[in-house]
Each structure stands twice: as C-alpha cells, then as structure tokens.
C-alpha cells in the first residue's frame, strides 16, 4: 500500500464548476501538507502550504486538512480552463524535509 | 517563474553513457532536492544537500550521485544509463528551516535510446 493515495483522474468539470481533490495517507508522522500544480512539460508549482489541521484559504483555492482521517482536500472554487493541469498533493514529517507525492489528478475544466 | 533553473531541458543519450544535470536553487535557498518523475513511478525523492552536505537520500541508485557545490548549485550524474533511467528529473529548493515549502525548477526531460 502506498503511503499517499489520490484518485488519478481524468476528472472533467464546465467553467465556473466547484472542484474536489483529495487524498489519504496512512503515514500518522506527517504534518505539513502541500499541493502543487503541474502542466505539461513544467515543473510541480507551489499552490498551498499547511501545516498539521485545519483550513487554508487563498483566493478560489482552499485547502482542508483532517489529521484523525488522515485525509486532505483541495478546493478550487469558480474552475477556469486555465486550471486544466494535473494536481499533485505532497507531504512531509517533522524530522525530515523528503516529500511524499500522490500520482497526481488530471483536471480537465472544459468552456 | 519559481527561481529554480534546471539545465539543459532536454537530453538524449545512449545506454551505458554518463550525464550530468544542473540545477540553480533561488537565490537565499540552502537546501536543495533532486526528483525523479517517471510515468509509473510518480515523483519520486531522491536526494538533498544542505549547505553543501549530504542530508537525506531517497530510493537513488548507486549509479547516481550528486554535490552541491559553495555557490549553492548542484549537480546529479547518472552513469552507465539503462532505458529504465528515462524520466524527468526535477530539483527543488527551499529555506534554512525545515517548515519552508520546496519550489521546483521545470525539469530535465532524460531520454535513453
């Protein structure tokens, strides 16, 4: 069983739509939690930070984290086609800086 | 622009053969990390140095090491490559302390042929 689990998608959406990502971990030592966006042929890019539970907000983006489920979200409000990318969730522990990655959710936000 | 610069974007080589890649982390970023991207293997920790020191090693080959150098840029060499070593290569960077986000250059893409 992998450490961190994410449904790979494609996930296909309209513009304006409410989109859910998640994912679930099995590793109870992480507390930093992070999503990262990637396109085709570029690097992941840094999307929300959190650390341990609760929620972050950042303009259409809101990040959830629940530690006793051991499961993360990502919301992302008003879903434009430029949000078509794959999204990637990653975690570290406390005693060290080595991210865990999910595969990735393909989003596909059509006009 | 993440501030991290990856080169070259793209390398074609032979099996058997030696390559290096290059990675400049942003400026005032002490640790640096390589990643293997691969299609079935998601991305995949495999290095990171910290001021020029060894701090933590992922699933790395023996045929694949790495330094970061005074000026804070690093280096991965991959040797006697396999068609298996095909991937995309990422590195990241991040702050002194261990709770700062790791921002990522956009790859070297490896292919072996």
């Known amino acids: 069983q992998k450490e961190v689990e994410q449904d790979p998608g494609p996930l296909s959406v309209p513009e304006g739509a409410i989109v859910s990502l998640n994912c679930t971990y099995s590793?109870?030592?992480?507390?930093?939690f992070m999503w990262y966006r990637q396109y085709s042929r570029k690097g992941p890019e840094l999307l929300m930070y959190t650390y341990s539970s609760g929620n972050k907000e950042d303009g259409r983006f809101t990040a959830q984290v629940d530690k006793s489920s051991k499961y993360i979200s990502l919301f992302i409000r008003d879903s434009q086609p430029s949000d078509s990318a794959t999204y990637l969730c990653?975690?570290?522990?406390?005693?060290?800086?080595?991210?865990?990655f999910g595969t990735g959710t393909r989003l596909q936000v059509f006009p | 622009d993440s501030g991290v610069t990856q080169t070259p974007k793209h390398l074609i080589t032979a099996t058997g053969q030696r390559v290096t890649l290059r990675c400049s982390p942003r400026?005032?970023?002490?640790?640096v990390y390589w990643y293997q991207q691969s299609l079935d293997q998601g991305l995949q920790f495999l290095i990171q140095y910290y001021n020029g020191e060894e701090r933590a090693k992922g699933n790395i080959l023996e045929r694949f090491s790495a330094q970061q150098f005074p000026d804070l840029h690093s280096e991965l060499n991959l040797s006697s490559l396999e068609l298996g070593d095909s991937a995309l290569y990422f590195c990241?960077?991040?702050?002194?302390?261990?709770?700062?986000?790791?921002?990522f250059g956009d790859g070297t893409r490896l292919s072996i042929l």
């Open positions: 990653a975690m570290s522990s406390y005693n060290t800086d080595k991210l865990i």
């Open positions: 990241a960077s991040s702050g002194e302390t261990g709770d700062q986000p790791q921002h």
């Open positions: 590793n109870s030592a992480f507390q930093y």
């Open positions: 400026s005032g970023d002490l640790s």
